[in-house]
Nanobody
Framework: QVQLVESGGGLVQAGGSLRLSCVAS???????????MGWYRQAPGKQRDLVAT???????NYADSVKGRFTISRDNGKNTLYLQMNSLKPEDAAVYYCNLRWETQEYWGQGTQVTVSS
């Protein structure tokens, strides 16, 4: 099994920045040989949407709505995934979830709330 724990959410004014972190623990083989890790978000009444992913080779992928503002990165030594969010907008407000995919298995964190005031 893999456990993912997010942190770093909070309340920020529009135009501000936040950095989310996700620490992975548990099955070290799965953590080190993941297919992709990523961030997803879900606003009230909406579906969970992709924000950004990073593959094991470092290839990144971003939703169009966050390109140029958000940066996904991973510290392999700390088994930690990050999401640097700049120029935040009210529409970025959501619960942000960390995700790890290993072969056909998928793991999720419990989520961290991001609130953006206008």
């Amino acid at each position: 099994q893999v456990q993912l724990v997010e942190s770093g959410g909070g309340l920020v004014q529009a135009g501000g920045s936040l950095r989310l972190s996700c620490v992975a623990s548990g099955n070290i083989v799965k953590i080190n040989t993941f297919k992709t890790m990523g961030w997803y978000r879900q606003a009230p009444g909406k579906q969970r949407d992709l924000v950004a992913t990073i593959a094991r080779d470092g290839t990144t992928n971003y939703a169009d709505s966050v390109k140029g503002r958000f940066t996904i990165s991973r510290d392999n030594g700390k088994n930690t995934l990050y999401l640097q969010m700049n120029s935040l907008k009210p529409e970025d407000a959501a619960v942000y979830y960390c995700n790890l995919r290993w072969e056909t298995q998928e793991y999720w964190g419990q989520g961290t709330q991001v609130t953006v005031s206008s």
